[in-house]
């Protein structure tokens, strides 16, 4: 049982190119997300979904894109990289109650320049 | 919409010794779940103890345990016998239940570092 994949862990992009973090469970959980986190800032919501097709936006989704073609993946498109964007993303999923807490990933360290 | 506070931006306890962090939190809600989060160096958040709103009795797991006081919306953490790998950065986390089942995202609060000194 993996839990939660983030590929890759470290990342430089150059200012206006694009990428796609992947993000993978495998506990057959509904609800998936993304975070980034910042120095001083804690943990800010970029996107969700609560199941296949089903994506939402968070607190911080301005120049990222989302989709859910399945249950098990749930990758984060940077569509032109920003240095504002230089962050590590977070990807985290539960059952759809929460309940339990989220399963997070190990992050992924985004640097643009 | 939620917020979270955490007051303490470090923290630093001496090895074996009982140490608190504060949270606060702001809300109109009366169905939801609060977290604590622990993030060490290798950046891995890991779940420490959850505490759903309904239930009185404060959440204990193993060496850590909550103050949770609704009416005052505060959620302190206390860590007892503190070890060297207890260091890390804590994160406080409040999450919203819809009436149907179903949770929001996680809010975040800003973070405690607390070090734990030998």
């Known amino acids: 049982n993996a839990g939660v994949t983030q590929t890759p862990k470290f990342q430089v992009l150059k200012t206006g190119q694009s990428m796609t973090l992947q993000c993978a469970q495998d506990m057959n959980h509904e609800y998936m997300s993304w975070y980034r986190q910042d120095p001083g800032m804690g943990l800010r919501l970029i996107h969700y979904s609560v199941g296949a097709g089903i994506t939402d936006q968070g607190e911080v989704p301005n120049g990222y894109n989302v989709s859910r073609s399945t249950t098990e993946d749930f990758p984060l498109r940077l569509l032109s990289a920003a240095p504002s964007q230089t962050s590590v993303y977070f990807c985290?999923?539960?059952?759809?109650?929460?309940?339990?807490?989220?399963?997070f990933g190990s992050g992924t360290r985004l640097t643009v320049v | 919409a939620q917020t979270v506070t955490q007051s303490q931006p470090e923290m630093s306890v001496q090895e074996a010794e009982t140490v608190t962090l504060s949270c606060t939190y702001d809300t109109s809600e009366n169905n939801y779940y609060l977290f604590w989060y622990k993030q060490p160096p290798s950046r891995q958040m890991i779940l420490v103890i959850r505490q759903e709103a309904y239930k009185q009795q404060n959440a204990t797991e193993n060496r850590f345990s909550v103050n949770f006081q609704k009416a005052a919306k505060s959620f302190s953490l206390k860590i007892s016998d503190s070890q060297l790998g207890d260091t890390a950065m804590y994160f406080c986390a409040f999450m919203k239940r819809h009436s149907g089942g179903g949770a929001d995202g996680l809010t975040f609060g800003k973070g405690t570092h607390l070090i734990i000194q030998p």
């Open positions: 985290a999923s539960s059952f759809l109650t929460g309940e339990n807490g989220y399963t």
